[in-house]
C-alpha cells in the first residue's frame, strides 16, 4: 500500500494577524509518498526539489521530525516506513514550505496507519515539524495547510483554531520576487514590544478583517487589510514593496501585504479577473516570470 499526500502553500498573518490567521492556496504545494518497509523505523529514501539542501535523516528533516512525533505519540515508532519528499515550492519564500512539508509527513504517516487520529488532532505533531526548521511556534501556516481555507488561531499555545468560511468571490493574488528571506531573520527584526496605538489600529483591523470575511463585507476586508507592526520592518527586505503594493492597490486589489515572513507578497480580491490582474501587475514590478511559476491565482 502507498499514500501520495499533496500539501498546499499558505499565506500567513494575512496583514494585520501576526501569528495568528493564515489561510491556503491551491499551488504550488509539496508531495510525500509513503509506503510500508519491512526495515523498522522511518527511512526517507528520496528527496527532490530541494537542490540537496534537506537532510535525509527522519529526525533532522521537517517532515520526518512530524511522522516521528506523531508516530512516537501513538507508540509506532518500530513500524517500518518509506517517506519520498517532492519539494515543489521554494525554501525562505514566504509560502510556508516547511510547514507543508511539515504537515505532508504527519498527513501521509496517519493515512498510512489507518487514520488514528483527525486532521485537528495531527495539528501539533505538523507544528513540531515546522517549529524544528524555523524555532518558533506559530500554526498560521501549518493550520491552513492541514484544514484548508481561513484558520484563525486564538490561541497558538492552547491550539484553540477556528476555521471560518471564505467568502464565495474572494481570490488570492501572491507573488514570490526571486529572492530568499530567512523566517528566523524577519522575525528578529521585529520589536519586541509596541506602543498601545499600533497595538488598538492592529486589533481593530484584525477584528475587522474577521467580521469582513465573516459577513462578505468586502468593504470592510479591504479596509482592515492593514499591518501596522510587521510589515513597515519587514517591508525593506523585499525590494520594491511600495511599488507593488500601488500597483496592486491601482489594479483594483482589495489590500495587500507580505505573506508570511516574506518576500512573498499577497493580494486579496473580488474576483477571478481582478486576481489575475492583480497578480500580472505585482509581477511585472518583480519581473517574475508569468503566473504558475513565481505568480499564483488561486480562490480561496
Ligand atoms: N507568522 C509567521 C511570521 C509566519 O510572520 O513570522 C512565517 O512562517
Known amino acids: 500500500q502507498e499514500v501520495r499526500v499533496f500539501a498546499p502553500a499558505t499565506v500567513a498573518n494575512v496583514a494585520c494577524g501576526y501569528d495568528v490567521l493564515g489561510f ?7 508531495e510525500i509518498v509513503v509506503r510500508h518497509c519491512s526495515k523498522p523505523g522511518l527511512h526517507i529514501t528520496a528527496i527532490t526539489g530541494d537542490e540537496g539542501k534537506l537532510p535525509k535523516a527522519a529526525e533532522k528533516n521537517t517532515a520526518g521530525v512530524a511522522a516521528l512525533d506523531l508516530l512516537r505519540h501513538l507508540g509506532m515508532t518500530d513500524r517500518g516506513i518509506e517517506m519520498e519528499i ?5 525554501f525562505g519564500s514566504g509560502l510556508g514550505s516547511s510547514a507543508a512539508s ?3 509527513g504527519a498527513y501521509a ?11 485537528k488532532q495531527i495539528l501539533p505533531f505538523a507544528m513540531a515539524g515546522e517549529a524544528s526548521a524555523d524555532g518558533a511556534w506559530h500554526a498560521d501556516n501549518v493550520a491552513p495547510c492541514l484544514l484548508g481555507g481561513i484558520v484563525f488561531i486564538r490561541s497558538n499555545e492552547e491550539l484553540d483554531i477556528a476555521q471560518i468560511a471564505p467568502p ?3 481570490w488570492a493574488a501572491v507573488v514570490h520576487p526571486d529572492i530568499e528571506v530567512l523566517t528566523k531573520v524577519a522575525r ?3 520589536p519586541k514590544e509596541i506602543p498601545l496605538l499600533n497595538a488598538t489600529q492592529q486589533i481593530g483591523n484584525l477584528g475587522g478583517l474577521l467580521c469582513g470575511l465573516i459577513q462578505e463585507d468586502y468593504g470592510l476586508i479591504s479596509r482592515s487589510l492593514h499591518d501596522v507592526i510587521a510589515e513597515p520592518r ?3 527586505l523585499i525590494p520594491d514593496f511600495y511599488k507593488a ?5 491601482n489594479s483594483g486589489a482589495l489590500g495587500f501585504s507580505i505573506s508570511g515572513a516574506g518576500p512573498s507578497v499577497f493580494a486579496l480580491c473580488e474576483g477571478e479577473e481582478s486576481a489575475h490582474r492583480v497578480a500580472k501587475a505585482i509581477a511585472r514590478v518583480f519581473d517574475a516570470v508569468p503566473l504558475g511559476n513565481q505568480a499564483y491565482v488561486s480562490r480561496i
Open 188 to 190: 528578529e527584526i521585529l
Open 109 to 119: 504517516v496517519n493515512c498510512l496507519i489507518g487514520q488514528p487520529l483527525t486532521k
Open 168 to 170: 464565495k468571490d474572494l
Open 24 to 30: 491556503a492556496i491551491d499551488s504550488p504545494g509539496d
Open 245 to 249: 503594493k500601488h500597483a496592486a492597490i
Open 234 to 236: 519587514r517591508q525593506k
Open 86 to 90: 517532492h519539494k515543489k515550492m521554494p
Open 102 to 104: 511539515a504537515v505532508a
